[in-house]
């Protein structure tokens, strides 16, 4: 069968996969208990590739998850799993990159916003966690958001600059406005997302050549890696309550990159401790799994997407 190059939703996403025309995927939207290790399916959508659920965010209130679908945002109630669409306004191309604040109040996305040109062009924008008009936060360009600080004043994302040369974590004022570049080493650094005290910053680097997870302070001071194993592992998402990190590991080398459709595991990170363990078996996924804030309020869930096709 005659097969198509089709691009992710998320243009940092740089994998591309090949897939034929008009292919399913069976998107099982799942949360995963930490403790006994019990996966739910607690929505299952089939849609053509590149019409998938995606990137499932967790509210605040803990009644619903927020996903992205084609650009656009649902939310799904856990007592009636079904999908109803989030009013972005303009902004009906936004990729992974999206969550809640702290105190569930303020949706924060990332939307490829054409009016700046085509290509890279994804910037952040704020807006009511019911649905809004979108109100832009980041001038500078491609920008996309991992995280909100515990009180709600800064955001920390991944960015492009220097003619797409650098792609670091940097940080700005949720009212736009001067944005800090926290790190500068070679290689992609993405998925920067505060620490729910507010004093760190989490944060996925190629530095070494291997993907892995590091920590610095909220200024950028003291960055460490954390993570030194075979896998790729990317976007750490630290607990509400503090004591733990999930985050999602390709089990082979992707050369900087998170493709959709490869073997891929969760797994979860005693913070105190620094102990280690698989918090799913391995599935069929990758870019739209868990690429944003996915924890249940009371810390004892996540929530991811595993596929099929």
Same mark, same amino acid.
């Given at each position: 069968?005659?097969?198509a190059?089709?691009?992710l939703t998320?243009?940092?996403c740089?994998?591309i996969?090949?897939?034929?025309?008009a292919?399913?995927?069976t998107?099982?939207v799942?949360t995963?208990?930490?403790?006994?290790?019990?996966r739910?399916?607690?929505?299952?959508?089939?849609?053509?590739?590149?019409?998938?659920?995606?990137?499932?965010?967790?509210?605040?209130?803990?009644?619903?998850?927020?996903?992205?679908?084609?650009?656009k945002?649902?939310k799904?109630?856990?007592?009636?799993?079904?999908?109803?669409?989030?009013h972005?306004?303009?902004?009906?191309?936004?990729?992974?990159?999206?969550?809640?604040s702290?105190?569930g109040?303020?949706?924060?996305?990332?939307?490829?916003?054409?009016?700046?040109?085509?290509?890279?062009?994804?910037?952040?924008?704020?807006?009511?966690?019911?649905?809004?008009?979108?109100?832009?936060?980041?001038?500078? %360009?491609?920008?996309?958001?991992?995280?909100? @600080? /515990?009180d &709600?004043?800064? #955001?920390?994302?991944?960015?492009?600059?220097? !003619?797409?040369?650098?792609?670091?974590?940097?940080a700005?004022?949720?009212q736009?406005g001067f944005?800090?570049?926290?790190?500068?080493?070679?290689?992609l650094d993405?998925?920067?997302?505060?620490?729910?005290?507010?004093?760190?910053?989490?944060f996925n680097s190629?530095?070494?050549?291997?993907?892995?997870i590091?920590?610095?302070?909220?200024?950028?001071?003291e960055?460490?890696?954390?993570?030194?194993?075979? %896998?790729?592992?990317?976007?750490?998402?630290? @607990? /509400?309550? &503090?004591?733990? #990190?999930a985050y999602i590991?390709?089990?082979? !080398?992707?050369?900087?990159?998170?493709?959709?459709?490869?073997?891929?595991k969760?797994?979860?990170?005693?913070?105190?401790t620094?102990?280690?363990?698989?918090l799913?078996?391995?599935?069929?996924?990758?870019?739209?799994s868990?690429?944003?804030?996915?924890?249940?309020?009371?810390?004892?869930?996540?929530a991811?997407?595993?596929y099929?096709?």
């Open positions: 069968m005659r097969t190059t089709i691009h998320c243009l940092l740089a994998a996969v090949e897939v034929a025309p292919q399913n995927v998107a099982n799942e995963v208990d930490i403790t006994t290790r019990l739910t399916v607690v929505f299952t959508d089939v849609a053509p590739f590149g019409n998938h659920l995606e990137a499932p965010n967790w509210s605040r209130s803990g009644k619903s998850l927020l996903l992205n679908r084609m650009g945002l649902y799904m109630r856990f007592d009636k799993p079904r999908l109803s669409k989030v972005t306004g303009f902004a009906k191309a936004c990729n992974n990159d999206h969550g809640y702290f105190d109040n303020t949706l924060i996305i990332s939307h490829n916003d054409e009016r700046v040109g085509k290509g890279a062009n994804s910037r952040i924008f704020k807006m009511p966690a019911t649905g809004g008009k979108p109100i832009l936060v980041t001038e500078n %360009y491609p920008s996309y958001w991992h995280g909100i @600080s /515990p &709600g004043q800064m #955001l920390v994302y991944c960015a492009g600059r220097n !003619d797409l040369k650098d792609w670091d974590v940097y700005i004022s949720i736009g944005e800090k570049r926290l790190t500068d080493a070679p290689g993405d998925g920067p997302e505060y620490s729910p005290d507010g004093k760190y910053i989490y190629h530095r070494t050549g291997r993907m892995h590091w920590r610095m302070n909220a200024d950028g001071s960055q460490t890696q954390i993570t030194n194993d075979a %896998y790729d592992n990317w976007f750490a998402h630290p @607990s /509400p309550d &503090g004591k733990w #990190l590991s390709y089990l082979e !080398d992707q050369q900087g990159n998170h493709p959709f459709g490869k073997d891929v969760l797994r979860l990170m005693n913070i105190e620094g102990e280690i363990t698989d799913t078996d391995v599935f069929f996924g990758g870019q739209g868990f690429n944003v804030p996915s924890w249940s309020p009371d810390s004892k869930q996540v991811f997407v595993s099929k096709n």
